[in-house]
């Protein structure tokens, strides 16, 4: 079936720099995209979507980029801290239905 | 705004045992889910409401597993009997619903031991 998935299970980066996750999709037709971030205990909070008509979304310090072309979806995060330290999720969304990825774990470093 | 709330956060229970989660979705939110993640995964949808009326339930393993969605508002997951393979958080979410997309909204979950 239809999935969406993760390039990169761990990503660790230091305090201050740039984080990029990355997700594939396989569903051509999905015509919009989310990225939940999930601490430990809690759960999925969103952080930012995007529609397929568009290439690239900016929000607090969070940019999403969707290449059609490759089907592929990422989550800039600039000028990381340590309280963005969580396992991030990109969904593939249809009508009311969330198909979600195994998530990526960003581990921030002081 | 409270947001999405579950009970209990955690359960731990002997397997063949039942055992019930309780949802009480974002006041106004039409549209109600019930997703299981399993250690180390995404979400996986069980259960989809829109209102009263269950619109999807492929994913939901019907021979052990039950839910309702009594008046359209708060909602409850069973599992009878309980299973090793059942443990893991089961998470429920709500949205707006109607046509287009909808950001959910997921409570904080409850997660699930089977001994």
């Known amino acids: 079936g239809e999935s969406v998935g993760l390039h990169l299970p761990t990503l660790s980066v230091q305090e201050g720099d740039n984080s990029i996750i990355n997700c594939a999709y396989s569903n051509s037709a999905s015509d919009y995209f989310i990225w939940y971030k999930q601490e430990s205990g809690k759960g999925p909070q969103f952080i930012i979507d995007?529609?397929?008509?568009?290439d690239k979304r900016q929000g607090q310090r969070v940019t999403v980029l969707l290449n059609k072309t490759v089907k592929h979806l990422s989550l800039q995060i600039a000028a990381t801290q340590p309280g963005d330290s969580a396992v991030y999720f990109c969904?593939?969304?249809?009508?009311?239905?969330?198909?979600f990825g195994a998530g990526t774990r960003l581990a921030v470093h002081p | 705004e409270a947001g999405v709330v579950q009970s209990p956060r955690y359960k731990i229970i002997e397997k063949k045992q039942p055992v019930a989660f309780w949802c009480n979705p974002i006041?106004?939110?039409?549209?109600l889910y019930w997703y299981r993640q399993n250690l180390g995964q995404g979400p996986e949808l069980l259960i989809r409401?829109?209102?009263?009326?269950?619109?999807?339930d492929s994913q939901l393993p019907k021979d052990r597993f039950s839910a309702e969605r009594l008046k359209g508002v708060d909602s409850t997951l069973k599992i009878q009997p309980a299973e090793l393979g059942d443990s893991a958080v089961y998470l429920c979410a709500s949205s707006l619903g109607g046509t287009g997309a909808n950001v959910l909204t997921f409570g904080a979950g409850s997660r699930l031991t089977v001994l």
């Open positions: 995007i529609r397929s008509n568009m």
């Open positions: 006041s106004g939110h039409n549209t």
């Open positions: 969904a593939e969304s249809g009508y009311n239905k969330l198909i």
């Open positions: 409401y829109e209102n009263e009326e269950a619109v999807d």
